[in-house]
């Protein structure tokens, strides 16, 4: 009976680990100053197929000035994320719809127009890992989330 009971309790976390979804993997450093108010970042993600994580740097560059920030290097200053974790919280809908119907794109571009150079596209296991350099309208990305009130002019992240 003990062995029936260890059993189900290991095949039900297996269940629920081969269901758990990691949504945001991806790595991030600053590469330069952009035109404008713009800040070059350099974005690894990872998928199963490349395409697919070139596609998502786009998105994990937004996330990251959004919520993580990221450290100084070279002539990039290091910047808080704009958002708190409370903001974020209050307003989750809001960022599900922004990523969800494509809202983010405004403030993103791809600098190499999807280009891969050998050195940034690497295998990890059944993965790859592609390495893009992402321009982010960071200080347009700011005033639409302050005009949408979900941060304030001077609050956090300023």
């Not at 197929?49 to 596609?55: G, L, P, Q, R, V």
């Not at 890992?129 to 979900?150: D, T, W, Y």
């Amino acid at each position: 009976m003990k062995k029936i009971s260890l059993l189900l309790v290991f095949l039900m976390f297996c269940s629920s680990c081969g269901s758990a979804k990691v949504e945001w993997d991806y790595q991030v450093t600053p590469v330069d100053v952009g035109a404008g108010d713009s800040v070059l970042l350099k974005v690894w993600s990872f998928a199963k197929k490349s395409d697919e994580a070139i596609e998502m740097a786009k998105k994990n560059a937004i996330h990251a000035v959004l919520f993580k920030g990221f450290d100084s290097a070279g002539l990039v200053n290091g910047a808080e994320p704009l958002v708190t974790t409370s903001e974020r919280m209050k307003n989750k809908k809001f960022f599900e719809n922004f990523f969800k119907n494509g809202s983010f794109l405004q403030f993103v571009n791809l600098t190499n127009g999807g280009s891969i150079s050998a050195s940034d596209r690497l295998r990890v296991g059944n993965r790859y890992k592609i390495g893009v350099v992402v321009s982010v309208q960071r200080k347009a990305l700011k005033r639409e989330l302050v005009n949408q009130g979900i941060i304030k002019k001077f609050g956090y992240g300023m």
